[in-house]
């Protein structure tokens, strides 16, 4: 176990410490014990569930792991936000998406806590919201709040149920109305050996927006064992323009259980693609949704493997010829070549 986890597991007396540090809003306490309430209440997956029937996960012990312990988030708590790191781990890792590009702003997560995050001073003003999702949902609430979970469903499964209950080190870019971003934005999550990453993304556009957002998640050692149980949420409104890429370099022995969903509007285009490399493509994973009045609903896609995945990447933002596609054609040759077993068998 890493300094910043409690060792005895996803339990309850873990869970009620996690929530007395962190002095949320009410509502979103709430939120959180009901889907607590929803992951004490169903099993775990397995193979006789069509969604569910290419992957083993019968060797995956959930009591080896657990919820950020607040005694070591509040030493690094802020006054809005008590319990809250203001700095994450130090970790040396070198990004893969952000090479040669010019960033708009960067934020960094460690082991379900997030750092302080940088955005040019001039978006900032002009109401761009873009870092910790932990403070930001507290400073910002009324903007937050009827975004946060309004896609992805925590009933989903029990995994959905327990990042929603537990999710910590979140990451979050919101967009007003008629903002456009013209450089990219970078979100990086990383992994120490034996560590938990509940880390949630949320991404909204509101009408006719524009961003670019590169986010990557790396483990530290490409061999050791951990947990990442995360989600990742996009809201996209009309006329809103989106590019996303998205590379998870997990190591060998991290067990991933990720739902992503995206609610995109009338006449938006989000610019998203899925690549896989090591595993055949679906394997794995599943989606479902439903449509509504004006918008158009994306399923939500629920990853579940063991190993490092291949990049998600937007065919627009990897044009030939762009920088941001020889560096994807460079990532995509490393992985087929050094990045290990990947599967859900």
Known sequence: MTPNQVTSGFTQESFEAFLADRREPEWLVALRRQAWETFQQLPLPDRKLEEWMRTDIRAFRLEHFAPPDGASAAENGTDDAPGLGTSVPSMSVTPLLTHGVDLSGSVISADSRAGVASLDEELASRGVLFGSLDRLVCSHEDVLRPYLFAAVDYHADKFAALHAACWSGGLVLYVPKGVVIERPLHMLSVLSPGAVDLSHALIILEEGAEATVLAETASLDPAAAGLHCGAIEIHVGPRAKLRYVNLQDW??????????????????????????????????????????????????????????????????????????????????????TSRGWCGGE
Request: proline share 7%; aromatic share 4%.
């Open 251 to 336: 190591g060998t022995g991290v067990w991933h259980f990720a739902h992503q969903r995206a609610l995109v509007d009338r006449d938006a285009t989000p610019a998203m693609d899925h690549r896989r490399a090591g595993k055949p493509a679906g394997q794995g994973e599943s989606a479902r949704g439903h449509g509504r009045a004006g918008s158009e609903r994306r399923g939500q896609r629920s990853h579940v493997h063991r190993g490092p995945a291949a990049p998600l990447l937007p065919h627009a933002a990897t044009s030939p010829g762009t920088a941001l596609h020889q560096r994807f054609c460079s990532i995509r040759e490393h992985s087929r």
